[in-house]
C-alpha cells in the first residue's frame, strides 16, 4: 500500500488550495479514505472521510463548509479542496485508508505541508 500527497505549499489567509492523494496496492474504489492534519506541538486531528460505497462525506466542526473532501476511482485518487484557509489550517496534511468505518485506519501517507500565512 502507497498514498502519496501533493499540493501542498503556502496560501494567504482566504486562499485555496487542492490536495491530492495518489494511492496504489490496494483496490482504492472499495476503500473509504480519510484526511487528517497535525500542527506543530498538537496532536493528529480528524479532518474529514469519505465512505466507497455511496461517497459518503464527513467532516470536523472545524473545517466544515470551507473543505471538501472527494474522491475519482478511475484516478486512484483522493482530494481535498480546501477553501477560505485560516492561519490555524496551518499544518502537515495526511491522507490514510479506512479498515473499519468511520474512524479506523491502517495505512497513512508521509503528508504535505500546507501553510497559510499573510
Known amino acids: 500500500v502507497q498514498l502519496v500527497e501533493s499540493g501542498g505549499g503556502l496560501a494567504q489567509p482566504g486562499g485555496s488550495l487542492r490536495l491530492s492523494c495518489a494511492a496504489s496496492?490496494?483496490?482504492?474504489?472499495?476503500?473509504?479514505m480519510g484526511w487528517f492534519r497535525q500542527a506543530p506541538g498538537k496532536e493528529r486531528e480528524f479532518v474529514a472521510a469519505i465512505s466507497w460505497l455511496h461517497g459518503s462525506t464527513n467532516a470536523s466542526d472545524s473545517v466544515k463548509g470551507r473543505f471538501t473532501i472527494s474522491r475519482d476511482n478511475a484516478k486512484n485518487t483522493l482530494y481535498l479542496q480546501m477553501n477560505s484557509l485560516k492561519p490555524e489550517d496551518t499544518a502537515l496534511y495526511y491522507c490514510?485508508?479506512?479498515?473499519?468505518?468511520?474512524?479506523?485506519?491502517?495505512?497513512w501517507g508521509a503528508g504535505t505541508q500546507v501553510t497559510v500565512s499573510s
Open positions: 496496492g490496494f483496490t482504492f474504489s472499495r476503500s473509504a
Open positions: 490514510a485508508k479506512v479498515t473499519v468505518w468511520p474512524d479506523r485506519y491502517d495505512y
